[in-house]
């Protein structure tokens, strides 16, 4: 016990030398060997921006996140898609308007005011008085044309009617291939804004790779790590 107390001594005050001399060696504010990663660096993508972008407009958030091959297979995309749009669009009243005039020269239609539902009934009666008759069978009594009044119509053969079928239904179907390539571009900008927030995502992390800063604190003369993962 008498050796062992005069080494304690001498221990406490190794450690009091050693830690005045830490303590005074360390500056008045902490300086971080390599902490440039805790402020947020200004100049990498926003995911979020750049999925909005893309949302409004494809490509243009592959154009933000500096994605460029991408941005010309979305724009290339869009483009195609609202030709086939449009085109789609411009063959429906093409076909559109031939039945319709198909039927003013083979069944005496008179189209002033005129709705679709009168266009689809007809092509399934030769005439005004054979629908009338049918729906009287079925006591829809409100699917009545009333005489007199412009409804009239009596297919001149029944040839003329199915040819009309034919235009009418062709018609149709350019309108839901329209319709359908609608979907096909919300489709697009939906890809897009997702591939846009992946890109800028992705250049975030290269901006800011992983680091590992040490840091020696003001107090104590501890050291401290600073770890931040991406």
Not at 53 to 79: C, D, K, N
Request: hydrophobic content about 45%; some cysteine.
């Amino acid at each position: 016990m008498k050796g062992l107390r005069p080494r304690i001594c001498l221990l406490t005050v190794f450690c009091l030398i050693f830690g005045t001399a830490w303590a005074q060696s360390i500056p008045a504010e902490p300086q971080p060997f390599d902490a440039g990663f805790l402020t947020k660096s200004e100049s990498a993508p926003s995911p979020a921006r750049a999925f909005f972008y893309s949302l409004l407009v494809p490509g243009l958030g592959q154009v933000y996140a500096g994605a460029g091959t991408m941005t010309r297979v979305f724009v290339a995309s869009e483009a195609a898609l609202w030709s086939l749009y449009f085109t789609f669009r411009t063959v429906g009243n093409w076909k559109e308007a031939d039945y319709k005039r198909f039927a003013v020269l083979h069944a005496g239609v008179d189209p002033e005011g005129k709705d679709r539902r009168y266009y689809v009934n007809l092509e399934h009666y030769d005439s005004m008085e054979a629908y009338n008759q049918a729906k009287l069978r079925q006591r829809n009594l409100n699917a009545v044309y009333p005489a007199h009044e412009g409804y009239e119509w009596e297919w001149d053969s029944r040839e003329s009617r199915l040819r009309y079928e034919s235009l009418r239904v062709s018609s149709d179907k350019a309108f839901n291939r329209a319709l359908l390539v609608t979907g096909a571009v919300v489709l697009n900008h939906l890809a897009s804004a997702i591939d846009a927030a992946r890109a800028a995502r992705k250049g975030r992390i290269e901006e800011n790779p992983l680091h590992m800063g040490v840091m020696p604190l003001a107090e104590g003369g501890w050291m401290g790590y600073v770890v931040k993962v991406f």
